[in-house]
């Protein structure tokens, strides 16, 4: 079965940058039309970061805007997300998302104080 495989997560001080990625396992013919990043803070709600359909514009949420950016490559068919001047806030566990069914496993992102 398809899945979505994340990297790049770990721990990074504030106002640091880290780059998340994000391929799928294994590999499919298609490109996916929509591809997303989401994230889970504990006690939250998951909630989304940031979206790209195939040819669309990037899309993301208030927070995140300005700091965040995705980044999708229709041929390979990843998808990463550049994420920089970190806050602690943004620590929780991000997963990527293809065509709205299909998810990653989550890599956990850590920002210190």
């Known amino acids: 079965q398809v899945q979505l495989v994340e990297s790049g997560g770990g721990l990074v001080q504030a106002g640091g940058s880290l780059t998340l990625s994000c391929e799928s396992s294994?590999?499919?013919?298609?490109?996916?039309?929509?591809l997303a990043w989401y994230r889970q803070a504990p006690g939250k709600q998951r909630e989304l970061v940031a979206q790209q359909t195939r040819k669309g514009d990037p899309e993301y949420a208030d927070s995140v805007k300005g700091r965040f950016t995705i980044s999708r490559d229709n041929r390979k068919n990843t998808v990463d997300l550049h994420m920089n001047d970190l806050k602690p806030n943004d620590t929780a566990v991000y997963y990527c998302?293809?065509?709205?069914?299909?998810w990653g496993q989550g890599t956990q992102v850590t920002v210190s104080a």
């Open positions: 294994p590999h499919v013919a298609y490109t996916f039309y929509r």
């Open positions: 998302n293809a065509d709205n069914n299909i």
